[in-house]
């Protein structure tokens, strides 16, 4: 079972309006968190990091909460963009000692006009 | 510009044809590693390096082999490519081997289809 879920699997939205993706982890205990923004062809870059104890950190018009009790994590686009379009991966790290990165297979998300 | 360039972009071959795709970072990373990306299975790594001559196998390792003899450089060796080898592949380097601390920065991925 992968220990890394993110739903939904994809979703259209319209320009403008925001959305939640959701990513469920069972990784315990863990570092941190983080969510990457992956452009079609290209490689993922890091939009925001969360350790165990934040609950929530914004980057733009990117907000990501935690609860650590819970082991959810979403992540919030505002005032969604066409430059949105692209697919977002929740990773989950272990703690010290352990490099293995725990990867959710991405919300898909396209932004229309 | 700090980045992680990989070559080539897009490589068709065919089966058993033995391939290498480079991947270089100027960065000064110690920690690097190879990942596969196949739709509806996400991101799975194939290797990874901790340090100069010191690789690792990550998840799926079979059929492919890596070399770190320069700290910049970690090239992805298929040695006999199968068809069930056509993916998406990324390498991808940290500052941090623990991969705490510090975020993956990935290339822009090598397209490989092995017929």
């Known amino acids: 079972k992968n220990q890394v879920e993110q739903s939904p699997q994809s979703l259209i939205i319209l320009e403008g309006k925001n959305c939640t993706l959701q990513c469920n982890y069972t990784v315990s205990p863990f570092s941190n968190l983080r969510w990457y923004k992956q452009d079609t062809g290209r490689g993922p870059v890091s939009l925001t990091i969360?350790?165990?104890?934040?609950n929530t950190k914004s980057n733009g018009r990117y907000t990501a909460t935690l609860d650590a009790d819970t082991k959810q994590s979403s992540l919030h686009i505002t005032a969604s963009q066409l430059s949105d379009s692209a697919s977002y991966i929740c990773v989950v790290s272990p703690p010290y000692g352990n490099n293995r990165l725990a990867f959710g297979k991405g919300n898909q998300v396209v932004v229309i006009p | 510009e700090a980045q992680v360039t990989q070559n080539p972009r897009y490589l068709i071959t065919v089966t058993g044809k033995k391939l290498t795709v480079t991947c270089s970072q100027n960065m000064n990373h110690e920690y690097m590693s190879w990942y596969r990306q196949d739709p509806g299975l996400g991101l799975r790594q194939i290797y990874y390096s901790m340090n100069v001559e010191v690789t690792d196998k990550g998840d799926v390792p079979e059929g492919y082999k890596v070399s770190r003899k320069e700290k910049r450089n970690f090239p992805l060796i298929l040695e006999s490519p199968s068809p069930n080898q056509t993916s998406l592949y990324f390498c991808?380097?940290?500052?941090?081997?623990?991969?705490?601390?510090?975020?993956?920065?990935f290339g822009n991925g090598t397209r490989l289809t092995v017929t």
């Open positions: 991808a380097s940290s500052s941090s081997r623990t991969l705490i601390s510090s975020p993956l920065h």
């Open positions: 969360m350790t165990f104890s934040e």
